[in-house]
């Protein structure tokens, strides 16, 4: 029933869909590097933090990290809508494998590529005079896997409620803004209004910023981990159980 | 024991009945076909069948296996092709017949071996590594029903095959399916509202509005009819109508623009029918029995209402 080989060739698919998607691999490269090197820079020139020991364009680093890790495992689970529009879901729900397996499958490959791509956004940390070492980028690469998971998770259980594309977009778009801004990728959360700051608080990847702030910003200081990692872990893995669970519920439950 | 089995199925969507207690079965080996316009459970029945669709009451079983209580096992002893395109069209050929493989879990020196070999029986060998998106729709249709056969299944469903295509790509993928069921031997289960189609069945089962109302060889239903029928346009069809049924002892059925009488010899009837008739005729149209014949002699009604079913000649 619950069969890997599956689980294997539904995520090798959405790889091969992406590198072929010439477009989509341009704005997915190109979105984190205008937010760093355009907005990053201009704030910079106008917010001064130095006297925090961390430069604005170095500490949103993390932030857009977070970012390239919301918007691809968000748009990834485009595919279940895709696939279902394009008749191709069919095919797999036919296939002698659990629904639960289909939904691994979604979830592994919408997991792998935003950790690929975060990966690849890493290259630029020495241009900003970040240290990465091995050891920090192993932990990114767990911490990412496990935000990427969370959000992938979140996104499939919503795109499994949604029928059309445009209703995606829409939706989608309506739940990644806030989720970046109230991420602490632009400010520290712990500077917005009480009111606002319950929703941070319910907010992944806020724990997931704050975790890569945890590898990528370490030290003291207004500007660096709000939180304590343990606590950043152990919220984003709650968030992808209770998501991974709810999204095997739908798909179990509908045909 | 039949491979197909179904008994007094029931559907309902929304309290009203798609499916009103449907019975037939399907032997093994068989070319099974479900005739009938569109909207009457064709695709319910099938998508039933293929554990996609659960159902309120009676049974259904695929290959010895319930629908409902073992739904892994009905699913891997069936193929489908579905009436729309289910084909991934950024992957190449290859490419999805791959996947298809590695779904039905096999092993992978014999996925290479027989998607290499169905490629060269739907001809698609020179494209394997063409990417989808670029293909006709007949190459996509071949392509797909190449993929439902991958991994040899037991019945192969075909759910409107030819919908959409070109009169000529329909017949190629017809003459295709026929010689491929001729070497693979397995069984067919298709819907179709396409009457020629329907013809080339071992046996098929009439459905209209949710009810089987005819089930055998095409031939013996038409034989039952026992007789020909006449297609006949007049100045007044309800006078024309009247005076059939009270001159002849017929009761003509009413059809679009017209009426439809069974007769048992059309050449000798028609003479009599033009002598007799005060109605004046602006049209008449011998028929032999089709299966069109069948289902408006069952229903009262055209099964389609595009196309030129019951043609009338000036």
Redesign the interface.
């Known amino acids: 029933m619950f069969s890997y080989k599956a689980i294997y060739v539904i995520t090798l698919r959405e790889f091969k869909r992406f590198f072929r998607q010439r477009g989509r691999l341009i704005v997915t490269a190109a979105r984190p590097l205008i937010w760093l090197f355009i907005v990053g820079s201009g704030f910079t020139r106008l917010i001064d933090t130095e006297g925090e020991g961390v430069r604005y364009i170095q500490f949103i680093l993390p932030g857009i990290v977070g970012m390239t890790i919301l918007f691809s495992s968000i748009f990834s689970t485009i595919s279940v809508v895709w696939d279902r529009e394009f008749g191709f879901l069919r095919e797999m729900l036919v296939a002698p494998v659990s629904r639960v397996t289909i939904v691994f499958g979604k979830l592994l490959s919408g997991t792998a590529l935003s950790v690929f791509q975060g990966a690849a956004l890493l290259i630029v940390a020495p241009f900003l005079n970040l240290h990465i070492g091995l050891t920090e980028f192993v932990a990114m690469v767990f911490l990412m896997f496990l935000v990427a998971l969370a959000i992938t998770a979140m996104g499939l259980f919503v795109a499994s409620f949604l029928t059309s594309l445009e209703g995606f977009n829409v939706i989608m778009n309506f739940i990644v803004l806030p989720m970046f801004f109230l991420s602490g990728a632009l400010y520290p959360v712990g500077s917005l209004p009480e009111y606002i700051k319950v929703f941070a608080y319910i907010n992944p990847l806020c724990y997931g910023v704050d975790a890569f702030k945890h590898i990528l910003l370490p030290g003291h200081g207004a500007l660096v981990a709000e939180f304590p990692i343990a606590l950043d872990i152990a919220f984003i893995a709650a968030f992808s159980a209770l998501f991974t669970f709810l999204s095997a519920l739908v798909f179990e439950r509908r045909k | 024991m039949p491979i197909i089995h179904v008994e007094n199925l029931i559907k309902k969507y929304n309290g009203t009945e798609a499916v009103k207690g449907v019975s037939f079965e399907v032997n093994e080996g068989e070319v099974f076909g479900f005739l009938g316009p569109n909207g009457a459970g064709k695709t319910t029945t099938i998508n039933i069948l293929?554990?996609?669709?659960?159902f309120d009451s009676g049974t259904a079983t695929v290959n010895g296996f319930d629908c409902k209580k073992d739904p892994?096992?009905v699913?891997?002893s069936?193929g489908?092709v579905?009436q729309?395109?289910?084909?991934?069209?950024?992957?190449t050929a290859y490419?999805n017949l791959?996947?298809?493989c590695?779904?039905?879990?096999m092993e992978k020196r014999l996925s290479e071996e027989r998607i290499a070999e169905i490629l060269e029986v739907v001809g698609l060998t020179d494209r394997k590594k063409d990417?989808v998106k670029k293909f006709s729709g007949g190459m996509k249709r071949r392509l797909e029903i190449a993929?439902g056969l991958l991994h040899r299944p037991k019945v192969l469903f075909l759910d409107e095959p030819t919908l959409g295509l070109d009169p000529q790509t329909r017949s190629h993928v017809w003459d295709f399916i026929h010689s491929l069921m001729k070497r693979e031997g397995n069984t067919v289960f298709m819907t179709t509202h396409y009457m020629d189609e329907a013809e080339a069945c071992d046996r098929i089962a009439i459905i209209d509005r949710g009810r089987i109302i005819a089930c055998d060889r095409p031939d013996a239903l038409k034989k039952a009819l026992r007789g020909d029928t006449i297609y006949l346009k007049t100045a007044d069809n309800d006078k024309a109508a009247v005076e059939i049924e009270s001159k002849f002892g017929l009761s003509p059925k009413r059809i679009e623009g017209g009426l439809s009488l069974l007769v048992e010899s059309g050449e000798k009837f028609i003479p009599r029918l033009f002598e007799k008739l005060e109605t004046g005729i602006s049209s008449i149209n011998l028929k032999r029995p089709s299966l069109e014949d069948v289902f408006i002699n069952l229903t009262g009604r055209e099964m389609r209402n595009e196309g030129p079913a019951p043609r009338m000649r000036p």
Do not use: A, V, W
């Open positions: 293929c554990t996609l669709l659960g892994h096992r699913r891997q069936i489908l579905f729309e395109m289910t084909l991934d069209n950024e992957l490419e791959k996947f298809h590695y779904m039905y879990n990417i993929r």
